[in-house]
């Protein structure tokens, strides 16, 4: 079982990225997928979470900005960040739980997933 993110790097404020996890060992469409993120100093904080049928979770520091997606033929999640400020400079992590849905609050919570990829550097600077 194994969580491979990518996409991350060093975009000016105003930028997007898109963000990847492929999933391998497992379907990823039968998890709740989640991305995290965290930055120096501080606790890791759910960015977004997306059931197995469709439904969608954001935190409000992101909301109407980032995207969450699934290719269920490719087994990948993604994450697409639009105007992205500064503020959102951090390691970003993919994370699948057991159980087909994002369960409101705990979906932003690591406990509520068993699986993680190692992380993704995402720097906003100019």
């Known amino acids: 079982v194994q969580l491979q993110a990518s996409g991350g790097g060093l975009v000016q404020p105003g930028g997007s990225l898109r963000l990847s996890c492929a999933a391998s060992?497992?379907?990823?469409?039968?998890?709740?997928t989640g991305w995290f993120r965290q930055a120096p100093g501080k606790e890791r904080e759910g960015v977004s979470c997306?059931?197995?049928?469709?439904?969608?979770y954001y935190s409000d520091s992101v909301k109407g900005r980032f995207t969450i997606s699934r290719d269920n033929t490719n087994n990948t999640a993604f994450l697409l960040m639009n105007s992205l400020k500064p503020d959102d400079t951090a390691v970003y992590y993919c994370?699948?739980?057991?159980?087909?849905?994002?369960?409101?609050?705990?979906?932003?919570?690591?406990?509520?997933?068993?699986?993680w990829g190692q992380g993704t550097q995402v720097t906003v600077s100019s």
């Open positions: 994370a699948a739980g057991g159980g087909y849905y994002c369960r409101y609050p705990m979906w932003s919570g690591p406990s509520d997933y068993d699986y």
């Open positions: 060992g497992f379907t990823l469409e039968h998890y709740r």
């Open positions: 997306i059931s197995s049928d469709g439904t969608i």
